[in-house]
């Protein structure tokens, strides 16, 4: 069980155009999901907490606007890199937690998302 | 916010010998201390984790410790296998804090054959 989807897994797009990803937690519900981007050889880095049905909570120095998160559902949330540039390649990871928990130790993370912009 | 520093950057060890890695955090308040194990372009995964009440867990070949005073914790990995190269992160997280992880800065293990 807990199991976290990511789509897509590798994405190349044009400068100044906009991508969505997709994270699904396929066999439980998530009140809670993060999103982190990897840069190649470095840690992961938290970006925003998106919880359900509320605003996401961004991380300092990341902009609202132009990674726009989307938490509609318990089972999906959606990141969209808005007017991406070669700067933003990286790979995208999202985990999420439990819905109902109480507590969320343990985050369950998805495969990731290569994004390359050209 | 949390820092989380990791040590070393990269370890090689020979097939059979024990691998160290160690962290330190710098909030007071974090309470849950996860290990993470990641292959190249892969997700993280989870491989052990730990909790403030206690001192000390392990799993088969895996243990982790945790000193609360001192504000570190550590991995041991024994009997190294050549499938145990991989990098390693540790990650620390407050309870009331939304459970946001930070994450050290990750360790490349090698295991020589």
């Known amino acids: 069980g807990a199991v976290v989807s990511q789509h897509p897994s590798r994405v190349i797009c044009k400068s100044g155009t906009s991508v969505k990803i997709e994270c699904r937690s396929l066999d439980f519900q998530a009140t809670t999901m993060f999103w982190y981007r990897q840069f190649p050889k470095k840690s992961l880095m938290l970006m925003a907490t998106?919880?359900?049905?509320?605003?996401?909570?961004?991380e300092q120095g990341v902009e609202k606007d132009k990674f726009l998160i989307n938490h509609a559902s318990l089972t999906l949330s959606t990141l969209t890199v808005t007017s991406a540039h070669p700067e933003d390649s990286s790979f995208y990871i999202c985990s999420a937690c439990p819905h109902g928990a109480g507590i969320c130790y343990e985050q369950y993370f998805g495969p990731g998302t290569r994004l390359t912009v050209t | 916010g949390e820092n989380v520093e990791q040590h070393p950057s990269t370890l090689s060890v020979q097939e059979g010998d024990s691998a160290v890695i160690k962290c330190t955090y710098s909030?007071?308040?974090?309470?849950?201390f996860p290990w993470y194990k990641q292959e190249l372009g892969k997700r993280p995964q989870l491989i052990i984790d730990?909790?403030?009440?206690?001192g000390e867990k392990k799993d088969q070949r895996i243990a982790v410790t945790l000193n609360k005073t001192a504000k570190h914790f550590s991995l041991h990995i024994t009997e190294t296998q050549p499938e145990d190269s991989a990098v390693y992160f540790c990650?620390?997280?407050?309870?009331?804090?939304?459970?946001?992880?930070?994450f050290g800065a990750g360790t490349t293990v090698t295991v020589r054959a």
């Open positions: 909030d007071s308040a974090s309470n849950y």
């Open positions: 730990i909790r403030s009440n206690v």
């Open positions: 990650a620390a997280s407050i309870s009331s804090n939304d459970y946001k992880l930070s």
């Open positions: 998106s919880n359900e049905g509320s605003k996401a909570t961004y």
